[in-house]
């Protein structure tokens, strides 16, 4: 049956994750190593390395960041959580999307997680690297020549500016690492990034502790920033900084990625969110106060490993920032690990559903893993980390994040009205369809007002990318076409 452009447009997909038969993902995880799924892909990255640039904006108010983000994370975690329990398929807010509010919506939808999961991946292996070279720095007494750590493309006084020469190596082989071990299958990887998670969790224990021996109240006076040069006095550094870290909570995203690869996935994925936001939250909140406590916060910008900094300076010897660094180099790994591993997917169901070539659904009859998939993700990631200065990334990450936290809490309403009040047992979102669906889209919003006007440039210019290849290849290639 032919289709108008409006119904190719709306068109929407139940989401099954056995409707494709045989031969789909592997169900292979249970509640623990998704939960640690989760935490790996947050944990780590903004505490780790979004200090140095968030401190600097909001001053020690950056704890009301970081809260700011959590609860923002958290309204969407509700959502997240009903959605995952009706849609337990891959993609994530991308399935949610084309099960409820229709195929472009959807599509746009994908090129916000995929530009979120890339940089991302990238960002994170950039901030690896400091981590690195200060454990050589600090175990053997050598550094990376800095020829082979600093990227080419930097944000300098005067704007971009360009290193020829210079390239980033230890986040390329980062990335090619953690290539190796997703081609091997899900459940090596997954109980591989469980392992280094918990070794995370005790080394930011270990901070937390040291830091709190060095904590002066005085760190904390004045509390918001009063430098209003770049314009973030107050409120707006608090906000712009809380779209700085607001990143780090794509592991929300993560979790309900693998819904496909999961045993009970209605019970287990959205338990899995909640859990992983909590931890989070709880730790990233220690880890603010235990750091700014110990540490002025003008001393924050351009710090390079800022955590094993703040420790060496707190006691005068090196070897907690030797641990520190050790225990970061390892706990980073999982978080790169995991935000590949929920690119991969989501480019994974994008081309079970004909939007996007065959290739990036093919699967390992060994292991049953993405392997020409990965592969590709590997070399983008790579190239990016390897050549472009982290500044760039992390907001636009939280662009992604942010606008696939607003689709999400959407799709709540709509399969509300879609799938009436009486939608079975699981979890539901309180108070009704729209009270916290409604906060959590204002809370994103109020988050993302404050981005740079770089932000939004570059984010409209992916966005015009993403149209121009739904409208070149994917409505014509959806395996919806025909049907109603």
């Not at 060095?214 to 006095?233: C, E, L, Q, V």
């Not at 794509?250 to 899995?272: C, Q």
Request: net charge positive.
């Amino acid at each position: 049956m032919n289709q108008s452009l409006g119904q190719k447009l709306l068109r929407t997909k139940l989401v099954d994750r056995t409707a494709d038969g045989a031969g789909g993902l592997a169900q292979t995880m249970g509640l623990f190593p998704l939960t640690m799924i989760g935490v790996g892909a947050t944990i780590g990255t903004g505490i780790f390395f979004t200090m140095v640039e968030a401190v600097p904006k909001a001053g020690p108010s950056v704890i009301l960041s970081f809260l700011i983000a959590a609860i923002t994370a958290g309204l969407t975690a509700l959502c997240y959580a009903e959605l995952a329990f009706k849609i337990p398929a891959s993609g994530s807010s991308y399935s949610f999307a084309y099960a409820s509010v229709g195929e472009f919506a959807a599509f746009i939808m994908a090129a916000c997680l995929l530009l979120e999961y890339g940089l991302a991946a990238s960002a994170t292996a950039i901030g690896w690297s400091s981590y690195l070279n200060n454990f050589l720095d600090n175990a053997f007494g050598w550094q990376i020549p800095e020829m082979l750590r600093t990227p080419m493309i930097v944000s300098g006084p005067n704007g971009v500016e360009f290193n020829y020469g210079h390239i980033n190596l230890p986040p390329i082989l980062l990335v090619i690492m953690c290539g190796i071990m997703l081609v091997r299958g899900t459940r090596e990887s997954a109980t591989t990034n469980a392992v280094m998670v918990l070794i995370k969790l005790a080394i930011l224990v270990f901070f937390v502790v040291i830091a709190f021996s060095g904590f002066d109240s005085n760190n904390f006076t004045p509390f918001f920033n009063t430098d209003n040069s770049k314009g973030f006095a107050g409120m707006a550094g608090v906000t712009a900084a809380a779209g700085t870290v607001f990143f780090s909570f794509i592991g929300l995203d993560t979790v309900a990625t693998a819904g496909e690869e999961v045993k009970d996935p209605s019970r287990v994925v959205p338990m899995g969110i909640l859990l992983a936001l909590g931890i989070v939250t709880v730790f990233y909140l220690l880890v603010a106060l235990a750091a700014v406590g110990a540490q002025p916060a003008h001393m924050f910008a351009h710090q390079e490993a800022g955590l094993a900094v703040i420790l060496q300076n707190v006691t005068g010897q090196s070897w907690p920032a030797l641990v520190l660094s050790a225990g970061a180099v390892i706990s980073v790994f999982s978080v790169t690990l995991v935000t590949i591993y929920g690119q991969t997917r989501i480019l994974y169901a994008i081309s079970r559903d004909g939007l996007i070539p065959k290739t990036f659904q093919k699967l390992s009859l060994r292991t049953a893993a993405p392997v020409s998939n990965t592969i590709i993700v590997c070399i983008v990631v790579s190239l990016v980390a390897g050549l472009v200065d982290s500044t760039f990334l992390w907001d636009m990450v939280s662009m992604g994040t942010l606008t696939a936290f607003i689709v999400v809490s959407i799709a709540v309403p709509v399969m509300r009205r879609r799938g009436g009040e009486n939608t079975g047992k699981g979890f539901r979102v309180p108070f009704g369809p729209y009270l916290i669906p409604g906060m959590s889209i204002f809370a994103c919003l109020y988050i993302i007002k404050d981005l740079s006007k770089t932000t939004f440039t570059t984010f409209a210019i992916w966005m015009t990318v993403a149209v121009a290849t739904y409208f070149a290849y994917g409505i014509r290639n959806s395996k919806l076409n025909g049907k109603i």
